[in-house]
């Protein structure tokens, strides 16, 4: 079975704070992403990535940056956290060649930003 | 800019009964529709898909309706389930990125 973790399921933090959300996959995926989860919004995509070391904007990148210096990988960081990104942040990887692959997503990291 | 709609945004439905989820999309170049399902405090997980060559697709109790034409695909749930109380949500897909609906969050009563 494919595993997606995520390093924490509850945050706190404070406004002003660097934050790091850790996702690792152990299947071997090349494409990782991050998503928010917010009620009525669905799940929307931050960023990306379909190898080491690249990353793709996704639809909402303001505030946010990754890395992803391992395949199995990557990380989410808020630069300066603030209260508007209080949210359900999701992780998912996924195998592709060109066409649509299945996501497979982890449990989710709620993050309060107080 | 939402390319994906989802409604309702909650459902009940009786145990037994047939639940629908509509979604529309603008973007006819997407080229795959997933629809997810979504436990309390897990991950939304694959529950079927369609690609836009075939206008139906069931799997179980689970069938999905696609209208390339109308741009709209819909998720029947057949003999609902209280097992079956969850959100979904639909999704679209262009380059391997999905687009996601708000979600609908169903109850099935017993």
């Known amino acids: 079975d494919v595993k997606v973790t995520q390093s924490s399921r509850y945050l706190v933090k404070r406004t002003g704070e660097k934050v790091f959300l850790e996702c690792v996959q152990d299947m071997d995926h090349e494409n990782m992403f991050w998503y928010r989860q917010d009620p009525g919004l669905g799940l929307r995509l931050i960023y990306f990535s379909y190898d080491v070391k690249m990353k793709e904007k996704g639809d909402i990148p303001e505030g946010y940056s990754v890395s992803r210096e391992k395949k199995e990988r990557f990380s989410l960081i808020l630069e300066s956290a603030s209260t508007n990104q209080t949210s359900m942040y999701l992780c998912?990887?996924?195998?592709?060649?060109?066409?649509?692959?299945?996501?497979?997503f982890g449990p989710g990291t709620r993050l309060t930003v107080l | 800019q939402q390319q994906v709609k989802q409604s309702p945004q909650s459902l009940i439905v009786q145990k037994g009964g047939i639940s629908i989820i509509n979604c529309a999309y603008e973007?006819?170049?997407?080229?795959?529709f997933p629809w997810y399902q979504q436990f309390p405090g897990k991950g939304p997980a694959l529950l079927i898909a369609i690609r836009p060559d075939v206008s139906e697709k069931k799997e179980g109790r689970f069938t999905i309706s696609f209208n390339k034409s109308a741009k709209q695909f819909s998720l029947h749930i057949m003999d609902s389930q209280p097992g079956d109380s969850a959100t979904y949500f639909c999704?679209?897909?262009?380059?391997?990125?999905?687009?996601f609906g708000q979600g609908t969050t169903l109850q099935v009563k017993p």
């Open positions: 973007n006819t170049a997407f080229d795959y």
């Open positions: 999704a679209a897909s262009k380059s391997g990125k999905l687009i």
């Open positions: 998912a990887s996924s195998q592709t060649s060109g066409g649509a692959g299945t996501q497979y």
